[in-house]
T-cell receptor, first 117, second 115 residues
Framework: AQKVTQAQTEISVVEKEDVTLDCVYE???????LFWYKQPPSGELVFLIR??????QNEISGRYSWNFQKSTSSFNFTITASQVVDSAVYFC??????????????FGKGTKLSVKP | NAGVTQTPKFQVLKTGQSMTLQCAQD?????MYWYRQDPGMGLRLIYY???????DKGEVPNGYNVSRLNKREFSLRLESAAPSQTSVYFC??????????????FGQGTRLTVV
């Protein structure tokens, strides 16, 4: 069965620290897609990145970087030089390319990141 | 370009009352979804519509009905609200069904309280 685990419920850092949010997934599909979403205190869900299972290249976007490792079924998210505006709940999610339904994003329970000045 | 718009943003219902949550997207997306978010549970899929004219149950469909009114609009109806339906509801859309390489964009959410 498909599952996404975010073991870190809450993380607190001081501004300018680097922080890594962990995500471990389970799926039997060979084709799948992984996502990160940000939910700031205002409540909306903001799409950050999608990664395809056949593309293990890591990605960097400004202060954000993502490390996808199929060997460990992990898709971790690192924020470099964190800022107060990074404070939010971050969700990792999975959708399956063949065995899953056409409509479902399987979400982890989220990691609440607090960045203190 | 508003993206995904949900109405209302907040609602309080009494047990047994009915209501419809409205959702519209202006991105010409084919697929639309309704999720609920409960504390410590992440988001769970209630219903989805892979394309105009189709709807399917998700993980937690009991107590809800949906209507894909047209390509833009996808509504969620609670026929007889129960306290267990107190939650934050999110509508989302994607260009194609999530089985394909695409991403879902979410509305602002509706905070529903059933007393």
């Amino acid at each position: 069965a498909q599952k996404v685990t975010q073991a870190q419920t809450e993380i607190s850092v001081v501004e300018k620290e680097d922080v890594t949010l962990d995500c471990v997934y389970e799926t039997r599909d060979t084709t799948y897609y992984l996502f990160w979403y940000k939910q700031p205190p205002s409540g909306e869900l903001v799409f950050l990145i999608r990664r395809n299972s056949f593309d293990e290249q890591n990605e960097i976007s400004g202060r954000y970087s993502w490390n996808f490792q199929k060997s460990t079924s992990s898709f971790n998210f690192t924020i470099t030089a964190s800022q107060v505006v990074d404070s939010a709940v971050y969700f990792c999610a999975l959708s399956e390319g063949s065995g899953g339904s056409q409509g479902n994003l399987i979400f982890g329970k989220g990691t609440k990141l607090s960045v203190k000045p | 370009n508003a993206g995904v718009t949900q109405t209302p943003k907040f609602q309080v219902l009494k047990t047994g009352q009915s209501m419809t949550l409205q959702c519209a997207q202006d991105m010409n997306h084919n697929s639309m979804y309704w999720y609920r978010q409960d504390p410590g549970m992440g988001l769970r899929l209630i219903y989805y519509s892979a394309s105009e004219g189709t709807t399917d149950k998700g993980e937690v469909p009991n107590g809800y009905n949906v209507s894909r009114l047209n390509k833009r609009e996808f509504s969620l109806r609670l026929e007889s609200a129960a306290p267990s339906q107190t939650s934050v509801y999110f509508c989302a859309s994607s260009e194609v069904p999530l089985r394909q390489p695409t991403e879902a964009f979410f509305g602002q959410g509706t905070r529903l309280t059933v007393v």
